[in-house]
């Protein structure tokens, strides 16, 4: 049984003619008819008297409902995919972390809105961990993100390296830290801190430095936005180790320090610490034209936000 067969039934039975039904569909009478004789084959029962008109038998009516509710379904199908490919879908759902939803995305989200008001932009602040499972899971159709190969492997993601950003020591302004302009590891890892929660990249990328280092991680405290960062490090004991953009509104406020880290001299290397963020989807998705524009402007707008920040020594 083929739509076409079930398109040539619903045609016939709407018009009561084959001749119709085949101009209706745009083919022969011939072809109408070979389809109809294979459809009843394939039910084993006759659907049309063979008469003046073409009348429905009790099998072809008993079929019918269920032959016009297959073909209207169907024809929303593809009206929908019609859509989607036109770029004309309801909703664009991101998942970003905080510090690039904080810093960057704003002017993104603003021009998006300007050039797709027709379009539901629905952006959520989550870590990377989880921003990227809602990614697979389909409930988002695109994720900023830190980089992890472990999870953006496999030849149906699209990955777009967005920016790399040393990460900084954000302190209280009387903290002892605050002293220094540059603080050396041998002197960060005497110091409590606030920390991102299990399953946030940044914790564990700081974790993995420290287990290099033999050091311990003294984790006192877990958070999961900027604000609470501030406000726990405002307070004087515990320091955080951030990106660089998730520390432009530290740099204004008079209570708090940001600082440069000393290169590790601990490490084999020498390495300084650092993150990569990229932006992620599926290919497929990148297709859709709504999709393919927010991507197009995060990477116009965010590199040239980049390229505008002073450097950072």
């Not at 989200?109 to 959520?124: A, G, I, M, N, S």
């Not at 990106?243 to 084999?268: G, K, Q, W």
Request: charged share 20%; glycine share 4%; aromatic share 6%.
């Amino acid at each position: 049984m083929r739509l076409e067969q079930l398109q040539a039934f619903l045609a016939i039975a709407q018009t009561g003619s084959f001749q119709q039904a085949a101009t209706k569909c745009g083919v022969t009478q011939s072809t109408i008819s070979r389809q109809i004789q294979g459809l009843e084959a394939d039910l084993g029962i006759e659907l049309f008297h063979r008469s003046t008109h073409a009348k429905l038998t009790l099998g072809g009516e008993r079929l019918l409902p269920r032959v016009r509710k297959i073909c209207q379904e169907w024809e929303s199908a593809t009206q929908e995919l019609t859509d989607l490919m036109g770029g004309k879908q309801p909703e664009l759902c991101i998942a970003a972390i905080h510090s690039v939803c904080a810093s960057y995305l704003p002017p993104v989200l603003q021009k998006f809105c300007h050039d797709y008001p027709e379009v539901q932009l629905r952006v959520t602040s989550l870590g990377s961990d989880r921003s990227l499972k809602v990614l697979k899971d389909g409930l988002v159709d695109l994720a900023i993100v830190m980089h992890n190969r472990f999870l953006i492997s496999g030849k149906e993601m699209a990955v777009e390296v967005l920016y790399d950003e040393p990460i900084e020591v954000l302190t209280a302004a009387n903290h002892p830290l605050a002293s220094y302009e540059s603080i050396p590891w041998l002197e960060l890892i005497r110091y409590p801190q606030v920390v991102f929660k299990d399953g946030y990249g940044m914790q564990r990328l700081i974790q993995d430095r420290f287990e290099q280092m033999e050091a311990t991680l003294k984790a006192a405290l877990e958070v999961n936005t900027l604000d609470a960062f501030r406000g726990v490090v405002r307070q004087g004991e515990l320091i955080a180790l951030l990106p660089h953009s998730a520390l432009i509104e530290a740099r204004y406020d008079p209570t708090l320090a940001v600082r440069s880290l000393a290169n590790n001299s601990n490490l084999a290397d020498n390495s300084s610490l650092t993150r990569r963020v990229v932006m992620v989807t599926t290919q497929d998705r990148l297709q859709i034209p709504p999709i393919q524009h927010f991507w197009q402007l995060v990477k116009d707008n965010i590199h040239s936000q980049i390229n505008q920040q002073p450097s950072v020594s």
